[in-house]
């Protein structure tokens, strides 16, 4: 039987300093190298705050670290020693820059695909990727799922639950890409990320990753809730979604989503 991995990420060193504000920059902090986005810093535990600085050294040096996330063989190692067969990619979800401004967005999006592409054509059996879109520009977005996924061979999108740019999945804007999608039959890889840690007032008031361990959930269960409520599953029927970390938080709430369907006026109801 073979194993695909479809939820996996790459922070690749060369996806880092891409803006001046944005970064993403990885930085030494607390006794570790990690990333920020804007004001926003990746939590490192307790344990390994603690164990750095009891330590007072950097086990890895960031240039050995830059290698190794770099290097597709060390993935395929890894891959080989976890009984993994084929892992699908995508970008780190901190990278998704909906936030920033579209000029932007557009052209980060292209420079991930290519390098996403890049990347995985050392082992095309094995590494293929999804594409990153600027959701903040929905007809931007289109041009470049016909580059990712009709030349590059993207798999699909990789996209953010909620707050794309100010847009939901049921927003009329999104759907062409919807329905490009369903032009290429690929699927959509759901995945939240940190909204309020990631631009704003609270992105240096951050604690207990709550817009990640939270907010992701949050954003997925949103996501699910938007398609049904919003009726995009009825006007593209073909759309195939795949929302990470089992659905957010929709199995432990359908009884009480489906008894407020039934109560909403304006859309149409639904069973499990």
């Known amino acids: 039987m073979m194993v695909i991995d479809l939820h996996c990420h790459l922070s690749h060193p060369d996806m880092l300093h891409q803006h001046e504000h944005w970064g993403p920059f990885r930085e030494f902090y607390a006794g ?38 770099a290097d597709p063989a060390y993935r395929i190692a890894q891959m080989d020693a976890a009984g993994q067969d084929v892992q699908v990619i995508s970008h780190p979800v901190h990278f998704n820059m909906y936030w920033a401004e579209k000029e932007f967005t557009v052209r980060f999006a292209r420079y991930i695909n290519d390098l996403l592409a890049k990347y995985c054509s050392a082992y095309p059996d094995r590494l293929y990727f999804w594409a990153h879109a600027p959701m903040n520009d929905p007809a931007a977005a289109v041009k470049e799922l016909e580059y990712a996924i009709g030349e590059l061979g993207a798999k699909g999108l990789s996209t953010g639950g909620a707050n794309l740019g100010g847009f939901e999945f049921d927003d009329e804007a999104l759907f062409p890409i919807w329905e490009k999608l369903c032009e290429y039959d690929r699927p959509v890889f759901v995945h939240g990320f940190n909204q309020s840690a990631t631009w704003g007032d609270r992105a240096e008031q951050e604690r207990y990753e709550i817009t990640s361990i939270v907010g992701m959930m949050h954003d997925e269960t949103a996501c699910f809730w938007n398609l049904i409520c919003g009726g995009v599953l009825d006007r593209f029927p073909k759309l195939k979604v795949y929302i990470t970390h089992g659905g957010g938080y929709v199995p432990y709430h359908l009884g009480r989503f489906e008894a407020t369907n039934a109560n909403l006026p304006t859309v149409k109801p639904f069973s499990t």
């Open 32 to 69: 570790a190298y990690n990333l920020r986005v804007g004001k926003w810093r990746l939590a490192l535990s307790t344990k390994e705050i603690l164990a750095n600085r009891r330590s007072g050294v950097q086990t890895e040096s960031l240039e050995d670290m830059q290698a190794r996330r």
